[in-house]
């Protein structure tokens, strides 16, 4: 395989430091949350030119949900990091889960096109099926 | 965990008395009704500024229908009450089930963007599971 | 519980006599066919005042497909009828099956809003499960 | 049953010669092909006024394909044609089977109102159902 | 069976030579990719005329994502190739799993009208169903 | 000149009593109004049956505001009454014209369909070209 | 100037006869009316296939205003005559002109792509140029 | 003139003490600057009912700018105000003017249906017709 | 100034030999015609990558009418062009403008993005300000 | 008056070094230009916090054309700039107008919204009134 991507691009970002996700106490059972952020933006890791794309977080909180102004400072922390989409939305998966444990998430990408091609990127998480 | 949010904040409104949500006996069985109602506002207990956003209810009647002149009066009572998305939506669909006992209900809203994120909320509620 | 409508409000139109709904002979099996029919207008019994809004027949014949010429006299028979939403929409499921005795019929309503609030309502039938 | 359809006019159109559809050999295996002709016009065999419509075809290819410039000879063929909408979608279905042998097919038409009121047609085939 | 289109043009551009689709490493599990390529061009193999649409390929990646770069050199190569709307996608499906063996694909295209017809195309890979 | 039209036909309604359209006192200059009813019906007077529409009045107020609630009392009115769309739109106007007497004034309708054919009327006074 | 038309398809339709425009008495000054036929279909002369458009005529009235049932039987008469858009549009014009005589009238077509290429004609009168 | 409105409702509001609108020193000359606020809110002065709409303000900077965020909180304050549609769009716009003094200013408001009945109004200023 | 583009590149296609445009004799006075074409595309001289876009020519004709069929293959023939956007626009413009010598013209072509930066150019003919 | 911008934020980032914007030769007259960002960001000097809009510049080229790539390094250069909206533009144009000399231009911007309020500013040139 010959790949434009080298190694250390393709990991770029994964785990750079980032600002704390924070929670409070949930008050109800059951339901379901989406939250959707139209102004996300990132660097591409290869060239050094921006991304952008609209962030979309589902999940159905358990003890804790999502605390939106913290969550807005963690979102804001990838404005200048180098990280390709889909590590983007997989690792954003990643932290929403450590940080409010819910009995589902799902979070997604719509990024604009660049050299007239656009992405979305999805990933989901299900508490029931973590070992 | 940290959070932004206090106790007394989490449980902002949620048991603060509203109008009677009224009700008039149905005629027909086994049908569907959804309310919008895109004029929904409320109070953030924390800034104390306006949210805005649309509310959706629908359910599937038993005995009675929701009259929609006092529930538009119940939902005009959240317009200076201090309560967070989260509980708004959960709380109407408790308030709506205690009122007409419908076969199964879903309460949803979408609510306008706040720093950037807007936020959609989901809640539902089946007979046939309650004990 | 406290109504604020009347029980004579309640039925009113239910069983208001109305144009017959015809039919033609049906060639073909296992189809279907949606009608829309966007200027149903029909009078609220409580306050006198017109409601509108966007009537959706979905059925599939089985001996009769329904005619749409009588339909249409059928559904102008509303313009001074005072009945309630919820009504009009069971009633016309409740005419139309009596008319073509179809495998299945969907009927349903987007009534524009009132003070603000914008209803739904869905009824169906099934063939099958008539006794 | 009165209705306002004679015998004669529920047929018309049915078996009338049109062009032949046309194939060629397909290369693949289990996908699906969609067509969409949006000017579809036919003649109404009660008012002899044209109907117009958009009309929609859904297959899976099994041996043949369906060849597009004698399909449009096809449908330019119901311009001056007496015929329902409703027998419109089946024949079309019945051609097509005819013509390709799909694994299965989907027609449907949305037809532009007519007294305000409009109308949508669907009609299917499963290879595997037909003995 | 006449049909309009002969044996060659039917398996036009199916095996002509094509630059290689590049991969890099997926660092995380159980996630979906959708990319979107609104100019796609091709030419029809019977008229000599360019073919005008929307290709979208979703995919579940395993070991390997799509690198987008040649991905798109990949598909701008159909730029001067005659092959049928049909062919083009099965190709590019065949071609995308021959290079990153996700664990399922899809490609699907959304071609522009030729007289008065447009067509969408759409075919599946599942890794499991592959012996 | 052969009309389909009668001459009682083509001025039915032009006089007929209606409910008064009823103004309060303007407290500002140099301003424009646009009221907009989306739910406007009348009868045609040739067939009987309903027409639909939506009725735009703009305007600049000199002494005196219409008054949104007896101007629906005042349009409501018309849901009975046969007269065609041309003239309903210059009644309008005219009635509008009397009872506020504003600098300039424009009424506008833009009808539903009837026989594939929708209409659009519209109608302009301006008090500086009044003798 | 070598062109890809015949004199004689140049000119195709441009004399033939049609169903007379009718007209009623107009009963205001100074006003305006707008119709749309977005069902609109004539013959190419030099294909013989179909054309399909959307027409809108806009006038001011003087003595006469169109009558809309004979106006549509007009605009039928197309359905089968070899006339290209250029000329459908300048002739209805015409023909408009000459049976109500306005104050202005416009007449425009919007037809449907052909060979990835759609089409606008405009053409305006104004009863104080003539002479 | 028999009126719907008593004289103390048709100036509700008209004088009601509300919060500073800021500015800051414009940098630059000749340009327009549109400000849109979706979320308006206030009571009608009548039925104590809450009205919603759409306010922008258009002005072209003359010394100063408007601060968003001090007009954000004056506007915030008509929320349970009782002041008329048309009364709220001419003081907003002379409280702007006021604030800041532009070389021209122009604000409107699109208001959510009542009744049936939506309704836009709007103002607008000029400095040099100001003596 | 330092400039990223070549002369070579400022200028390449502005003289390259391109099919004829050919017309047909205009029968009608004072009308005009717009013609637009969605599926445009050329190449960059810069990069050698293709552009896309939407061309809209915009003309009142004088003795002759572009004809549809000859104006397609024109442009056809910028497929695989190398040129750039704005010498595109002007090109099409001298070349229709030579053909059909019309009272006035005007091209425009909205082309898609590039870079995250789309682009829109627009040049105009008047025949009555040639020397 | 008292404001809530200090003097050195209402002039943050009017003067910062930003890279040049190169022009190419322009090789026609009498056109018009617009470019459209979609993807432009920058920093709020007041909260830290980045905005978000899409610029337009339209211009009618002189001698030079605006050479897009190094345009888009330029816009890029404002992804971590703290500088009010107002500003955006202005400085933008000015920048425009040294770079190229254009007979006309105008540069605007449409933000997204903050606390609820979105913002477009509109600024424009002209040669001709230039001393």
Not at 45 to 73: H, N, S, W
């Amino acid at each position: 395989m010959s790949t434009g991507y080298t190694d250390k691009e393709a990991i770029a970002g994964i785990d750079a430091p980032l600002p704390e996700i924070e929670c409070w106490p949930n008050q109800f059972k059951g339901y379901e949350i989406e939250i959707e952020i139209p102004e996300f933006t990132s660097v591409c890791p290869k060239t050094g030119l921006p991304d952008f794309g609209t962030v979309t977080i589902r999940y159905q909180p358990d003890q804790l949900c999502l605390e939106l102004k913290a969550l807005k400072t963690y979102l804001l922390a990838y404005r200048n990091l180098g990280i390709f989409y889909e590590n983007v939305i997989n690792r954003i998966l990643k932290d929403v889960v450590a940080a409010c444990n819910p009995v589902w998430a799902e979070v997604s990408g719509q990024f604009t096109p660049r050299g007239g091609i656009s992405s979305r990127v999805k990933a989901r998480y299900n508490q029931s099926s973590k070992e």
